[in-house]
């Protein structure tokens, strides 16, 4: 098992900037990729951002390349999503989740295991 608790999240007007942490515990977390996730009322929950297992890859949704940016640490087993230039359409809830997955690309999907999420909101 593997526990995740986001935290990080809350109110900021456009433009501003988040920077969201996932923290693990349990099973070797080194082990696993990461990725954010988001879901904005009424909408499906989708990929924001993830990076592979030992940090060198990552990879982006469209709608945040460039202004968003994903890291590990593999000491202090915790993932972060640094958020700038935010936009009101960023507003969701994130959510962080593991997946076993010891090679080198980024999965899109097949998390395994997930937090419980953090709410953004951006103000226009």
């Known amino acids: 098992q593997v526990q995740l608790v986001e935290s990080g999240g809350g109110l900021v007007q456009t433009g501003g900037s988040l920077r969201l942490s996932c923290a693990a515990s349990?099973?070797?977390?080194?082990?696993?990729?990461v990725g954010w996730f988001r879901q904005a009322p009424g909408k499906e929950r989708e990929f924001v951002a993830g990076i592979s297992w030992n940090g060198g890859s990552t990879f982006y949704a469209d709608s945040v390349k460039g202004r968003f940016t994903i890291s590990r640490d593999l000491a202090k087993n915790v993932v972060s999503l640094q958020m700038n230039s935010l936009k009101p359409e960023d507003t969701a809830v994130y959510y962080c989740a593991a997946k076993f997955h010891l090679v080198r690309q980024v999965p899109l999907l097949g998390y395994d295991y997930w937090g419980q999420g953090t709410q953004v909101t951006v103000s226009s």
């Open positions: 349990g099973r070797t977390f080194s082990n696993y990729a």
